[in-house]
T-cell receptor, first 113, second 112 residues
């Protein structure tokens, strides 16, 4: 059963701590993306990766970091430098970055307490 | 770049009526467009896509119209059902570009 899996579904973090969100896909897609969504708003691109060992900053990369050591995995670290990290985080993948549908995971809701 | 921080527009329709959701896209070089449906607390789901060499594409109960002259995209849902209640996003992919740009979304509420 192919798809894209994000974990955990809910995550709580204390201020000043780093936290890593997991994203795994078994669709054999080259491209992967991380988006942030705030209540009542659209999706904003944090980072994307076109291929293993390569990634690019999106519109709101400050305070976040990623790695792409394996094709299947694209973890996102929310660092303590991110001033307002409470949000809904969505991971997506597509065959390639241009002109193909992106499939989304079910999201991780991060709350800073 | 995409617009952020906007109040989410809402469309309310009676069950059984047709719905039309509109989207203005930003870049005349965009050549691929997708409509997504997002239910509360879930990730967006693909509904239908269209490439810039087409004006219209139909799926099951849905039709997407593309007007490149005015950079406008619309999603028509026939015989709207309660299960159609969700937020709908359009996304554009610029030719040769490396990621999708999403519109702010429209909340569709289906009234009984």
């Amino acid at each position: 059963d192919g798809g894209i899996t994000q974990s955990p579904k809910y995550l709580f973090r204390k201020e000043g701590q780093n936290v890593t969100l997991s994203c795994e896909q078994n669709l054999n897609h080259d491209a992967m993306y991380w988006y942030r969504q705030d209540p009542g708003q659209g999706l904003r691109l944090i980072y994307y990766s076109q291929i293993v060992n390569d990634f690019q900053k999106g519109d709101i990369a400050e305070g976040y970091s990623v790695s792409r050591e394996k094709k299947e995995s694209f973890p996102l670290t929310v660092t303590s430098a991110q001033k307002n990290p409470t949000a809904f985080y969505l991971c997506a993948s597509s065959i390639v970055t241009a002109g193909t549908e992106a499939f989304f995971g079910q999201g991780t809701r991060l709350t800073v307490v | 770049g995409e617009s952020v921080g906007l109040h989410l527009p809402t469309l309310s329709v009676q069950e059984g009526d047709n719905s039309i959701i509109n989207c203005a896209y930003s870049n005349s070089a965009s050549d691929y467009f997708i409509w997504y449906k997002q239910e509360s607390g879930k990730g967006p789901q693909f509904i239908i896509d269209i490439r810039s060499n087409m004006d219209k594409r139909q799926g099951q109960r849905v039709t997407v119209l593309l007007n490149k002259t005015v950079k406008h995209l619309s999603l028509q849902i026939a015989a709207t059902q309660p299960g159609d209640s969700a937020v709908y996003f359009c996304a554009e992919n610029i030719a040769g570009g490396q990621n999708f740009v999403f519109g702010p979304g429209t909340r569709l509420s289906v009234l009984p």
